[in-house]
């Protein structure tokens, strides 16, 4: 797969945790973006709607991935599906069994492999979801200290679709953070197989989104080398 190929798969985002979402749609907004991905991790509802008024006034037509929360309706999945054309929700896994399951976007959502109490819990229950959302930088975090939990995304990897990867650094204490600090925090990504990247890379980074775009940059460049083989 070439460079361009790969850039094409790479989405910079608008994140509510830790990143200024207002100065993120107004650099999207500013830079002219058209495609990006959407974390609404830390937005009630109120502060969503006013998320979506803002990115109404940009020229984004594609939101391929929204990151929910579980106080989301169905008619906010409506929205995003028609006005940006959103096709992977990705999901904790306790919200999604205690609000998305009967939702007709089931299918559509991913269950993320965070941790903590978003720790995957039974994997046999994945399927009753589109599949697995691998969090690239918290599969390197679990692989340095958590051997067990790492074991268990590769299982759920191997045998459930990967709708959707979200992308952060990995810190030279190879733990995962949602802040790019340099740009060798993303060499990591050279150690993880093609297999486990979806067609929707999304970057979850605190970062403003020029960074970003010259993160993309560096990401492309580099899984573009390492996938040669």
Same mark, same amino acid.
């Given at each position: ?27 999207? =907004?500013? %830079? ?5 991905? %959407? =974390?609404?991790?830390?937005? !009630? ?9 803002? %990115?109404?006034?940009? /020229?984004?037509?594609? +939101?391929?991935?929204? @990151?929910?929360? @579980? ?12 006005? =940006?054309?959103?096709? $992977? ?21 991913? +269950?993320?492999?965070?941790? !903590?109490?978003?720790?995957? *819990?039974?994997?046999?229950?994945? *399927?009753?979801? !589109? ?9 390197? @975090? ?20 990967? !709708?959707?990867? @979200?992308?952060?650094?990995? %810190? ?6 949602? /802040?790019? /600090?340099?740009? $060798? ?8 197989? *093609?297999?486990? &990247? ?16 010259? &993160? ?11 996938? /040669?083989?």
């Amino acid at each position: 797969m070439t460079e361009n190929e790969i850039l094409k798969r790479i989405y910079p985002s608008v994140v509510t945790f830790i990143g200024n979402w207002r100065k993120m749609t107004k650099e999207v =907004f500013n %830079l002219g973006l058209t495609d990006i991905s %959407l =974390f609404l991790t830390c937005a !009630g509802y109120m502060e969503r709607q006013e998320i979506y008024r803002e %990115l109404e006034k940009t /020229k984004v037509k594609n +939101i391929p991935h929204v @990151h929910i929360r @579980h106080d989301m309706r169905e008619s906010e999945l409506d929205y995003l599906s028609s006005r =940006f054309c959103a096709k $992977s929700f990705t999901v904790h896994y306790q919200y999604f069994f205690k609000f998305f399951k009967k939702s007709r976007y089931s299918k559509k959502m991913f +269950i993320e492999n965070n941790n !903590g109490q978003s720790r995957i *819990k039974e994997l046999r229950l994945v *399927k009753e979801s !589109g599949g697995i959302c691998i969090d690239l930088s918290h599969l390197k @975090h679990f692989e340095n200290f958590y051997p067990d939990y790492f074991l268990l995304t590769k299982k759920a990897a191997d045998n459930y679709r990967i !709708g959707c990867n @979200h992308l952060s650094a990995i %810190l030279a204490n190879g733990k995962s953070w949602h /802040k790019v /600090k340099k740009f $060798s925090d993303l060499d990591y990504l050279k150690t993880i197989p *093609k297999k486990y &990247f979806s067609e929707y890379i999304c970057l979850e980074m605190a970062n403003p989104v020029k960074e970003q775009l010259k &993160f993309k940059k560096y990401i492309a460049k580099i899984l573009a080398e390492s996938w /040669k083989g």
